[in-house]
């Protein structure tokens, strides 16, 4: 096995290992974050059976984009996404935006839709910190019953959030249950991804009821 293979089993290895200590029945979804490496790096991974990988920003991800495009690469974009660079992440057709923080920016996304409808979540920041965007978790089922009902060219399909960030555990345990408590009751209106879960945190993350991990250094050294 080489380095590539090791680290991408390692991590599915403790993915299963944290879902059968979980009381939560999910199909968990691995994303691939690839945000600090070159495309080069994309391609092995995709090699060995990646087929996900995120990007946080519209530029890294549009270089990537353009010198894989013979590859069939879902791409998820995952950060802080500013009104000028909307129109160009479109055009890219990313499988899944999971940074959709305001209602305002949905409204932004919905008015540039053209070609398709794209997949989009809320992030929820449950962990209530200055550093973070995303919606309140107490405003959070209203925003996205608002973006539901208003934003017909979007299809909102569910949660995103980023784990309190601290060492303790019980913090970060908190914050997740937090979204999960909001994805669950979201449910009822279409709500099927909960993307929770980082290389520090993944496997809490499982526990918690998270289905869309985005990982990126435990995979990319
Ligand atoms: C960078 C990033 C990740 C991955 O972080 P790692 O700690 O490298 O696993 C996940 N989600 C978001 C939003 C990120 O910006």
């Given at each position: 096995m080489n380095a590539y293979e090791n680290r991408l089993s390692l991590v599915k290895n403790e993915i299963l290992e944290a879902k059968n200590t979980s009381t939560f029945n999910e199909i968990i979804k691995l994303i691939a974050v690839s945000k600090m490496v070159e495309y080069g790096e994309v391609k092995k991974l995709f090699e060995i059976g990646q087929v996900a990988f995120g990007e946080n920003r519209v530029q890294s991800l549009k270089e990537k984009y353009d010198n894989l495009k013979n590859f069939k690469i879902e791409w998820h974009f995952i950060g802080r996404l500013q009104k000028n660079k909307i129109n160009q992440l479109l055009s890219m057709r990313p499988t899944l935006i999971h940074s959709c923080d305001s209602l305002n920016l949905a409204k932004e996304i919905d008015q540039r839709v053209s070609t398709f409808k794209p997949d989009v979540l809320l992030q929820i920041n449950s962990a209530k910190e200055g550093t973070k965007t995303g919606v309140m978790p107490e405003i959070a089922i209203d925003t996205y019953q608002e973006i539901k009902s208003?934003?017909?060219?979007i299809n909102l399909c569910g949660v995103m959030s980023i784990g309190a960030h601290t060492d303790d555990e019980r913090i970060i345990q908190k914050s997740f249950e937090t979204t999960r408590e909001i994805f669950d009751i979201l449910k009822k209106d279409g709500a099927k991804y909960c993307s929770i879960g980082m290389s520090s945190d993944y496997k809490l993350a499982v526990k918690c009821g998270s289905n869309m991990l985005r990982v990126g250094s435990a995979l990319f050294k």
């Open positions: 208003t934003c017909k060219n």
